[in-house]
T-cell receptor
């Protein structure tokens, strides 16, 4: 079966611009989480969506936002880009269930964002 | 205190030996625990999950969970050079918020 698909794979943007990243989950997965990964900070949780609702949110400024559509695909948006937003953005999807059906999250290949 | 803590390493282990990776977590209410492996330039991949106290074995991997002491560990037996990667401990908090540790970089020396 198809895995988690993230587009685009690479992006170069200028400071002050905005960017939208997309994540298509594995069929049947209803939970989508977004992470920012940098060498210094590791994997930082951005937010998690389930059935079009944001269930969890990390400690990122309001410039970072997301949404989920009825087909479980999700997008995240970063407005007014800063140099420090350069990172690998990963989405991870799962069934969204609690124990005992929680089999963890499957990651996409990520979007490498460079802000210049 | 960080929510999930791991020794960043690097941890160097000779080929064929047992690699032991440790993780502690702060939220006593956490119920689900995961180990992910991340090769350089790749995304994390799930290798083990554990919910109940005790040991869980899968091939060369054994996950150990002690909820009273709030730690999770991963043992890799008969370590191979292909096991060289960063190992990420992750914990589910509340409603499906998956929080990661900083990761431990493991190097297996031939």
């Amino acid at each position: 079966k198809a895995g988690v698909t993230q587009t685009p794979r690479y992006l170069i943007k200028t400071r002050g611009q905005q960017v939208t990243l997309s994540c298509s989950p594995i069929s049947g997965h209803r939970s989508v989480s977004w992470y920012q990964q940098t060498p210094g900070q590791g994997l930082q949780f951005l937010f998690e969506y389930f059935s079009e609702t944001q269930r969890n949110k990390g400690n990122f400024p309001g410039r970072f936002s997301g949404r989920q559509f009825s087909n479980s695909r999700s997008e995240m948006n970063v407005s007014t880009l800063e140099l420090g937003d350069s990172a690998l953005y990963l989405c991870a999807t799962s069934w969204g269930a609690s124990l005992p059906d929680n089999y963890g999250y499957t990651f996409g290949s990520g979007t490498r964002l460079t802000v210049v | 205190q960080k929510e999930v803590e791991q020794n960043s390493g690097p941890l160097s282990v000779p080929e064929g030996a047992i690699a032991s990776l440790n993780c502690t977590y702060s939220d006593r209410g956490s119920q689900s625990f995961f180990w992910y492996r991340q090769y350089s330039g790749k995304s994390p991949e799930l290798i083990m999950f554990i919910y109940s106290n005790g040991d869980k074995e899968d091939g060369r991997f054994t996950a150990q969970l002690n909820k009273a002491s709030q730690y999770v560990s991963l043992l890799i037996r008969d370590s191979q050079p292909s096991d060289s990667a960063t190992y990420l401990c992750a914990v589910i908090q509340g409603a499906q918020k998956l929080v990661f540790g900083q990761g431990t970089r493991l190097t297996i020396n031939p």
